[in-house]
């Protein structure tokens, strides 16, 4: 790690609190989640661990997810909790085509294969 990666990681960690040890998603995850009563979607930049809170007689903070939005990359990062999260964003479903040599399915771009076919390659 060079000394400016190890710097923007004691920026961020004195910005939003120690990094969480463990988590559902990753740095550098996509998430979809709701702020600001819209859907937004974005790239997790830390993910910050459960930490006491520094305004009195509040409950400590959870672990949160800081998140820069897509389209918004010079703004504020967005805090999201888990509860906030709708989705990580995964590889779509594979896609099923109706064969017209077995009257079956096979996955997408794979008909050409089907043992019925008389012109399989």
């Not at 995850?29 to 819209?38: E, M, N, Q």
């Not at 939005?69 to 967005?78: E, K, L, M, V």
């Amino acid at each position: 790690m060079t000394d400016f990666e190890e710097q923007i990681l004691r920026n961020l960690e004195a910005d939003w609190g120690p990094a969480a040890p463990r988590s559902e998603f990753s740095k550098g995850d996509i998430l979809r989640y709701k702020a600001d009563g819209s859907t937004w979607s974005g790239v997790i930049v830390w993910i910050a661990a459960q930490s006491e809170s520094t305004v009195e007689g509040h409950e400590p903070l959870k672990l949160r997810y800081i998140v820069e939005r897509h389209g918004w990359q010079d703004s504020i990062p967005d805090v999201v909790y888990s509860k906030d999260i709708l989705s990580g964003e995964a590889e779509p479903e594979p896609t099923l085509e109706k064969c017209p040599h077995c009257g079956g399915h096979h996955f997408k771009g794979m008909v050409r294969y089907c043992p019925n076919n008389p012109n399989k390659p």
